[in-house]
């Protein structure tokens, strides 16, 4: 199966900071490309996701860019507030019915 | 209204008991998932089912065994559990080559 790199494994910015979280995937077919936000005991929950014929796309304060001939993309959080605080999963999916996760980011933002 | 939901969402048993887990989506998704998440937070995936048919399943032991009686319920039922299996089971449905899923609250499951 697919597999997917996650770094850092924990990011801790300043309020009002940037942060970057990266993943790199193994399988060239892999098209899809979700990002989710899991808070402390709540399920993972969908923030943004990109698709293979895209190079980035941006929703507010969060942005993801992607490098299909690299095999490598990454999460932007601009701005960053408190309440960004939680671990964040990237995930690569082929056609769309097969998820795999990356390790996990615990981010941290101090006020 | 739930999207997705899964029940229990605590379940405390003791080693070499059999217990099961139930979800249902009601989002008319073709896809459902199960997914399990260790202490380390890492989420693996160990069963989905599309429209009644197994099309993924990892190496997972053969006492962990999902049941789709219909196109929006995945259950999955554990035998003879052990310690290791002490974990958070999600629960997820997606619509077909959609690129992503969505996710229940979780089942906590302690096994002692």
């Known amino acids: 199966g697919e597999n997917v790199e996650q770094h850092p494994s924990t990011l801790s910015v300043q309020e009002g900071d940037s942060a970057v979280i990266k993943c790199t995937y193994s399988?060239?077919?892999?098209?899809?490309f979700p990002w989710y936000k899991q808070e402390l005991g709540k399920r993972p929950q969908l923030i943004i996701d990109?698709?293979?014929?895209?190079g980035e796309k941006k929703d507010q304060r969060i942005a993801v860019t992607l490098n299909k001939t690299a095999k490598h993309f990454s999460l932007h959080i601009t701005e960053t507030q408190p309440e960004d605080s939680a671990v964040y999963f990237c995930?690569?999916?082929?056609?769309?019915?097969?998820?795999?996760f990356g390790t996990g980011t615990s981010l941290t933002v101090i006020p | 209204d739930t999207a997705v939901s899964q029940t229990p969402k605590y379940l405390v048993t003791q080693m070499g008991n059999d217990k099961s887990i139930k979800c249902e989506q009601n989002?008319?998704?073709?896809?459902m998932y199960w997914y399990k998440q260790d202490s380390k937070k890492f989420l693996k995936i160990m069963f989905s089912?599309?429209?009644?048919?197994?099309?993924i399943n990892e190496t997972v032991p053969n006492r962990f065994s999902p049941k789709s009686p219909d196109k929006a319920h995945l259950n999955l039922h554990i035998n003879s559990l052990e310690l290791g299996d002490s974990a958070v089971y999600f629960c997820?449905?997606?619509?077909?080559?959609?690129?992503?899923?969505?996710f229940g609250q979780g089942t906590r499951l302690t096994v002692v």
């Open positions: 997820a449905s997606s619509p077909f080559n959609a690129g992503v899923a969505f």
């Open positions: 399988d060239s077919a892999s098209n899809y």
């Open positions: 990109i698709r293979s014929n895209v």
């Open positions: 995930a690569a999916s082929k056609n769309g019915n097969q998820f795999y």
């Open positions: 989002l008319g998704h073709d896809t």
């Open positions: 089912y599309n429209n009644k048919e197994l099309i």
